[in-house]
């Protein structure tokens, strides 16, 4: 076979005049041979496509933001495969980070300041990052480790942000 593409797809112009090549619906899209890598972009691209509609199609009978909060950190929590998540605000007036949803984690309200450990240096800085030890990093704050019983061995912690980029003075992580 010519080059590196194997098609399968069918060439056909469809009457609401989309080009030659596009698939169908139900149809499968062209891809590369194995090893040029395309494949797996494709398959990421699925996925997150795939995934962006599951979180809006979960969220969309719901009537309040808590309810949509917790759907939000319910998947992400289950897609990164965490034990836990939580969905942390900022508490202009006391400078803490509060716990408004959490996953897998203590009923009760966590609180800390916010510029205090790892949720507190991505508030900060509106920079997210990924911590694999996390008792071996010195910005990790053990405080709440210490309280709940439970042992923080890695996180992942990222800014929310608006649909324009912009991150939210009150949202954390």
């Known amino acids: 076979m010519p080059g590196s593409t194997k098609t399968k797809t069918v060439e056909r112009t469809t009457k ?41 199609q979960s969220c969309a009978g719901f009537e309040t933001l808590s309810e949509v909060l917790e759907q939000v950190l319910s998947i992400v929590t289950r897609e990164t495969k965490a034990e836990r998540g939580t969905l942390f605000l900022n ?21 800390v300041l916010n510029d205090s450990g790892i949720a507190g240096l991505v508030f900060q800085t509106g920079k997210g990052g990924t911590i694999h030890d996390t008792y071996a990093d010195p910005r990790f704050n053990r405080t709440i480790d210490a309280q709940t019983g439970f042992t923080t061995k890695s996180i992942a912690c990222a800014p929310v942000r608006t649909a324009t980029g912009e991150m939210r003075p009150d949202v954390a992580t």
């Open 16 to 56: 609401n005049g989309s080009a030659p090549g596009v698939p169908a619906a139900g149809q499968a899209v062209p891809t590369k041979r194995a090893g040029t890598g395309d494949d797996e972009d494709l398959r990421k691209k699925l996925y997150r496509a795939e995934l962006l509609l599951l979180v809006a």
């Open 91 to 111: 508490d202009a007036e006391t400078g803490e980070l509060y716990s408004r949803v959490v996953q897998g984690g203590p009923g009760r309200e966590i609180r």
